[in-house]
């Protein structure tokens, strides 16, 4: 392999995409295009997996925890970080900061609500309160690895 064939291969992967590519003993694809698969798909994946787990946890009649012996607060910091810093990376540069912690704190809020029709559960304001902080550490933690993922591709 060439030089040049190598920093193709590595350039074509710096738009947020990787390729597979053929080996020395394998045939390599006749339209490399069929085979780019943008490295967001599997991140929203994730996004709309923890959506659907928190939804499902926050409506079930039955409390689940993870049992740390903090309480459920720890488990929702822990939730709405991960949801949002989720959402954060899979929809980077198309949807706004400001934009994707609202939606996440409009979404704690609105499974806070449905509580009130949910069998053994109740809304409480103070799960919201951290849920909402959850959702602000996902972003930041975002951020920071956005900032991190831009330095080293710049050296």
């Not at 020395?24 to 994946?45: C, H, N, Q």
Request: aromatic letters at 6%; one cysteine or more.
């Amino acid at each position: 392999m060439t030089a040049n064939a190598a920093c193709g291969m590595v350039a074509s992967c710096l738009d947020h995409s990787f390729v597979v590519i053929g080996h020395e003993w394998g045939m390599p694809p006749a339209d490399r295009s069929f085979l780019r698969v943008p490295k967001t798909y599997p991140i929203r994946v994730a996004a709309a997996g923890a959506a659907i787990i928190i939804t499902a946890a926050s409506l079930s009649s039955r409390s689940p925890t993870i049992g740390t012996g903090l309480g459920d607060k720890l488990d929702h910091l822990a939730a709405y970080s991960a949801l949002s810093l989720l959402v954060s990376l899979g929809w980077s540069g198309r949807i706004a900061p400001g934009m994707i912690v609202g939606a996440a704190i409009g979404f704690g809020g609105l499974l806070e609500l449905l509580q009130h029709v949910s069998p053994g559960r109740q809304a409480d304001l103070a799960d919201f309160a951290v849920n909402s902080l959850g959702a602000l550490v996902g972003l930041a933690v975002a951020v920071l690895v956005r900032r991190v993922v831009a330095a080293f591709s710049r050296a």
